[in-house]
């Protein structure tokens, strides 16, 4: 397997991902169901069914991750190896004024998020960074500062917490729709022949000082305006983009819909170097 690269088994309602560690190796992470509650014990594959002897994880990595290149200890790790539990803190605000005392949450206190689009700790920075700007008029109370703080952050706190779960399932399911695969082959067709005018919304989280919560908006009307590129072209397959993709037609839709969108959300294109 390639070590440069994310490698992800999808099934539906649980999958595999495997991370290149320094000497080469990688490693294996199982994201299901805990089992913990109704739901979770009615799931076909959840981590108490798997793990309870060493038989059942060996029939569950044998049936679900035949093509995976488990090592002759799969199982017995799976077993052994720890479980955590993932999940999101939203807070309807981050500050709080206790007995006279203004009090304020940031990074994972607040807004803690699953690790699918890698910006915990960017986010907890960000923070950081708007923290500052509101602190610079010093003539302003402390309690202010922290209440503009917290009105500023929370639609972008709460835009990376749904983005990540968004990721989630795309790991988890659609990346083994056809569909969606024609989708992101266009997607990235458009970003090649034409990064002036589009840029995806993972692209605008990672690589840009875009808000969350712009990048969140670009990112919802850039999904509607794929499915119709699609739609147009006649696409049905990765294999009939290079062929059919009408970057004339792409062009004109991106000048007279994408871009003026993003010039109302404030979003700049531009990327830091």
């Known amino acids: 397997m390639h070590n440069g690269s994310i490698h992800i088994w999808p099934r539906g309602a649980f999958f595999l991902m495997a991370l290149a560690n320094l000497d080469g190796s990688f490693t294996g992470t199982i994201y299901a169901r805990n089992g913990l509650n109704d739901e979770d014990r009615a799931a076909d594959v959840t981590f108490p069914s798997i793990t309870k002897d060493e038989a059942a994880a060996r029939a569950f990595l044998s049936k679900y991750f035949p093509d995976a290149q ?13 479980q955590s539990k993932l999940g999101s803190v939203r807070c309807n605000t981050h500050t709080a004024v206790v007995s006279g005392v203004p009090y304020l949450l940031v990074g994972d206190a607040a807004h803690a998020i699953v690790p699918f689009f890698g910006q915990g700790c960017n986010c907890g920075f960000e923070d ?10 010093k003539s302003r109370p402390l309690a202010a500062a922290f209440r503009g703080y917290s ?4 639609a972008d706190t709460n835009a990376i917490a749904d983005m990540a779960l968004d990721n989630f399932v795309e790991m988890m399911s659609r990346v083994a729709d ?3 695969l024609v989708r992101k082959a266009v997607e990235t067709a458009i970003m090649r022949e034409l990064p002036q005018k589009y840029r995806s919304r993972y692209t605008l989280v990672m690589y840009s000082y875009n808000p969350y919560s712009k990048c969140l908006k670009a990112g919802q009307y850039a999904a509607c305006l794929l499915e119709d590129l699609v739609a147009h072209c006649g696409i049905s397959s990765v294999d009939e983009v290079d062929t059919k993709l009408d970057f004339k037609f792409v062009t004109d839709l991106l ?3 994408y871009l003026p969108l993003l010039n109302k959300l404030g979003v700049s294109l531009t990327f830091a170097a």
């Open 70 to 82: 488990l090592g002759p200890n799969a199982a017995a790790e799976l077993i052994s190896n720890p």
């Open 128 to 137: 950081c960074v708007v923290l500052d700007e509101h602190l610079q008029d």
């Open 151 to 154: 009105a500023q952050r929370l």
């Open 255 to 257: 000048e007279r819909k």
């Open 178 to 180: 056809p569909k969606f």
